[in-house]
């Protein structure tokens, strides 16, 4: 089973809510990835977590807030998003060292803000 | 830095014709190389993968060979189908640099025919 899982598909949020993005994977992989990613453009990293650790922020506004609660779930939490924050928001995994670190992408979520 | 170049799309083709996307890359250290498809509405789907010079990476009648002394991964599939019809994106993991930063082409669309 090679298989990401991202709720919701689709989210239309307003400027002042708050809300969350999940992401879960059952495969045993330790280190999971937050993208966003703009229509015609390869993806952006944002979060990468390691071992539920967080391990690299890319300078990510506090708008955005993740959160790994166990090694199968990765939560994003949005508050305050600005319009061009719409984005498909893409979730990966990848396994334990093997020396290659490939990445195993979720459906994503589409993201527009009002 | 590291950096993937892509050749620009979108690329037209009928089916049962020969595809290659070409890509080259900039890496400082010894790079892991992949290939990601993205169809129309998707998540992106690790396509595969070459870890060292001279590996070739193979599914579903996709390949691409490791070229070190070109630093070149061109994409090649013999005959396409419609189904086909996607985003392909190359990109890098360089070994030397974080193991978790994939570096991303800007993409190709591949539209095929029937």
């Known amino acids: 089973d090679t298989e990401v899982t991202q709720t919701p598909k689709h989210l239309v949020m307003g400027m002042t809510n708050k809300k969350s993005l999940k992401c879960e994977q059952h495969?045993?992989?330790?280190?999971m990835y937050w993208y966003k990613q703009k229509a015609k453009k390869p993806p952006e990293l944002m979060f990468v977590?390691?071992?539920?650790?967080?391990?690299i922020n890319e300078s990510v506004p506090s708008r955005f807030s993740p959160e790994c609660p166990n090694s199968s779930l990765l939560n994003l939490h949005l508050h305050a998003l600005q319009p061009e924050d719409s984005a498909l928001y893409l979730c990966?995994?990848?396994?334990?060292?093997?020396?290659?670190?490939?990445?195993?992408f979720g459906p994503g979520t589409r993201l527009t803000v009002t | 830095g590291d950096s993937v170049t892509q050749m620009e799309g979108p690329v037209t083709l009928s089916e049962e014709a020969f595809l290659t996307i070409n890509c080259t890359y900039t890496a400082t250290g010894y790079p892991s190389l992949f290939w990601y498809v993205q169809y129309p509405g998707e998540g992106l789907q690790l396509l595969l993968k070459a870890t060292k010079a001279d590996d070739k990476g193979s599914n579903k009648g996709f390949e691409a060979t490791y070229r070190k002394e070109t630093t070149s991964f061109h994409l090649e599939k013999g005959s396409v189908q419609v189904s086909d019809s996607a985003v392909y994106f190359c990109?890098?993991?360089?070994?030397?640099?974080?193991?978790?930063?994939?570096?991303f082409g800007k993409g190709t669309l591949l539209t095929v025919n029937p």
């Open positions: 990966a995994s990848s396994p334990p060292s093997t020396g290659v670190y490939e990445q195993y």
């Open positions: 495969m045993g992989h330790r280190a």
């Open positions: 990109a890098l993991m360089d070994s030397g640099g974080s193991n978790y930063k994939l570096t």
């Open positions: 977590y390691s071992y539920e650790k967080l391990s």
